[in-house]
């Protein structure tokens, strides 16, 4: 919801460029007429979206015996993560990101990325250069503390060897 708040406060500061009669056509075109559509439309998605998932009640995570699911908002739907394809789940902290890192066993992380697109796979690539993980799942904005959760997931691996 705050990125919704900040994109609105770009998209008024777009419609002041594009209001000031000192201001170039240019200046007022790309500063103004572009910064409200981009801002104000990203904010308007990323609100509604929101609203959407807090009115039908969209959990983001569910963990169950043998598996995790996380909502993808896109899709719609659950991208499933089994235990048994896990070795371990790690909290860090990427700049001011708090993200819980999936840790795959070998055979799955070979067989995750050979299936996976080009693109992914460089998606893949860069997010276990920055993390040492080639997926995390979000830790911030949840009813519980990252720390508990990546806790109970560990707890499911044990349970699942």
């Not at 460029?17 to 409200?36: E, H, M, Q, Y």
């Not at 066993?105 to 920055?130: C, E, G, P, W, Y």
Request: glycine fraction near 10%; aromatic fraction near 12%.
């Amino acid at each position: 919801m705050l990125w919704a708040i900040l994109c609105f406060v770009f998209a008024l500061g777009g419609y002041f460029i594009l209001t000031d009669a000192s201001t170039s056509w240019p200046t007022k075109v790309l500063g103004g007429g572009l910064g409200i559509i981009f801002f104000g439309g990203g904010g308007l998605f990323l609100f509604l979206s929101t609203v959407y998932n807090r009115i039908r009640q969209i959990p983001l995570i569910i963990i169950h015996e043998d598996r995790l699911e996380l909502y993808i908002q896109v899709k719609g739907t659950y991208h499933t993560i089994y235990f048994t394809d896990v070795k371990r789940f790690r909290l860090i902290k990427i700049q001011s990101t708090k993200l819980i890192a999936v840790d795959y066993k070998i055979t799955s992380l070979i067989h995750k990325v050979d299936k996976s697109s080009a693109s992914t796979q460089r998606m893949m690539t860069f997010n276990f250069a920055v993390s040492g993980a080639i997926e995390g799942l979000p830790a911030e904005n949840l009813t519980m503390n990252g720390k508990k959760i990546c806790d109970i997931l560990n707890g499911h691996l044990s349970k699942n060897v």
